[in-house]
């Protein structure tokens, strides 16, 4: 009887040290994310080895859109009301493989650190998904309210972060006079960030944002959340090697659309 008491007492232990290891994991992780959530704007975090650095973007307002194209039309103000965070550059082609597998590419010779490109916005949201999986975390494409917000990073300059567009970003391989790019994508974070701390964003590759795309800006939100309508054609931002675009310039493509421009940044929600 006192052998069984002990084996049933040692079983007890076992069983109480098993549960607190158990409640003291979510605790850490916890902690991690409400450290997370708790920076200051412009810090940068990562979830994991593969996971792209993410810049945590203030919450604010802005006035979206320009006079340049009615698609730009209305200029409207935005206000978000929460923090978020985007980030530091576009998902490069390392990050695409260790999560994908493959690399859609068509710049394979420019490296691991160069953005992926001929990605579609349901390639895109295929990579989220599997990231999401990984990480447990809520990654997802910025809204386009969010993408302009943050491109513009409290300033009102033609192009993401600057004026000039040879330290914008890389541009202009198709157009004359020519401009940097050399007819490739280049390297991440070789051109200077914008005031938040942010890489590319004119430039390079056009960016997926997660709205569905409409002609302008009447009855667009105003809380910086995505604009969802039929799904036809999404929203891409920001420009490429081809072409250099400006800030408010705005796109529409097909959400299986796959070309040498076309990349995405990634968003997330935090706590």
């Known amino acids: 009887m006192k052998v069984s008491r002990i084996i049933l007492l040692a079983l ?28 200051a704007p412009g810090k940068i975090f990562k979830d994991c080895d593969d996971c792209p650095e993410m810049v945590v973007i203030p919450a604010g307002s802005f006035d979206m859109g320009s006079d340049n194209d009615p698609s730009e039309q209305p200029i409207h103000r935005v206000t978000l009301n929460r923090a978020f965070a985007l980030g530091k550059t576009e998902v490069t082609q390392g990050q695409w493989k260790a999560i994908m597998g493959d690399n859609p590419s068509k710049f394979t010779a420019c490296g691991d650190n160069c953005p992926v490109d001929q990605v579609s916005w349901d390639d895109a949201k295929a990579f989220i998904e599997k990231l999401n999986a990984k990480t447990g975390k809520q990654y997802r494409l910025p809204s386009e309210a969010e993408w302009e917000y943050a491109c513009r990073a409290g300033a009102r300059q033609e192009y993401c972060g600057s004026d000039n567009p040879d330290s914008a970003g890389w541009y202009g391989a198709l157009a004359t006079p020519a401009g940097n790019s050399e007819k490739t994508t280049n390297p991440v974070a070789t051109k200077a960030a914008n005031a938040w701390g942010l890489h590319d964003m004119s430039g390079n590759v056009w960016e997926w944002v997660e709205d569905s795309y409409h002609d302008n800006y009447n009855g667009a939100p105003a809380d910086g959340s995505a604009w969802q309508g039929d799904g036809a054609l999404r929203v891409p931002r920001g420009g490429s090697w081809s072409y250099l675009q400006r800030a408010a310039k705005r796109g529409g493509s097909e959400p299986d659309f796959r070309y040498s421009t076309i990349g995405f940044r990634l968003a997330r929600t935090l706590p």
């Open 12 to 39: 007890a232990l076992i069983s109480l040290q098993a549960y607190a290891k158990d409640v003291r994991k979510p605790a850490a992780k916890d902690a991690k994310e409400s450290g997370i959530a708790n920076m």
